[in-house]
């Protein structure tokens, strides 16, 4: 299946992302902030659909977000938004895919990858 990148500050939820994805078959690799989702991009230019939290130290996903955008390489990966914050909305804005607000559903989270990679 497609290779999907977490970008995820909590150890613990990125657990829960890499664990459903796994579940859906997909390879899966890991950064704790945005900017090192960037660098780990660069060394895994294939990544199909990155998934992204927006509240992270060093580089938070809304500037990943923004960056991604404007990097030729980079600008047409779907980023999906995982936040427990009550206006993402400007995550939209910017260039991400969809908002699903956290606490999620990893079923809900499996279907809604499906749904990206097929469009």
Not at 16 to 35: N, W, Y
Not at 39 to 54: S, V, Y
Request: proline share 4%.
């Amino acid at each position: 299946m497609a290779k999907i990148l977490i970008v995820e500050d909590n150890e613990n939820i990125r657990t829960i992302v890499r664990m459903a994805l796994e579940m859906g078959e997909h390879k899966v690799i890991e950064a704790a902030d945005g900017l090192a989702g960037l660098q780990t991009l660069q060394t895994n230019p294939d990544c199909a659909l990155i998934i992204t939290d927006l509240a992270m130290p060093v580089m938070d996903g809304y500037e990943m977000i923004t960056r991604l955008r404007a990097e030729s390489a980079f600008a047409n990966i779907p980023v999906l938004v995982l936040s427990a914050e009550k206006d993402a909305s400007s995550a939209l804005e910017r260039g991400a895919f969809r908002i699903i607000r956290k606490p999620f559903s990893p079923i809900e989270l499996l279907e809604t990858v499906r749904r990206v990679l097929e469009a």
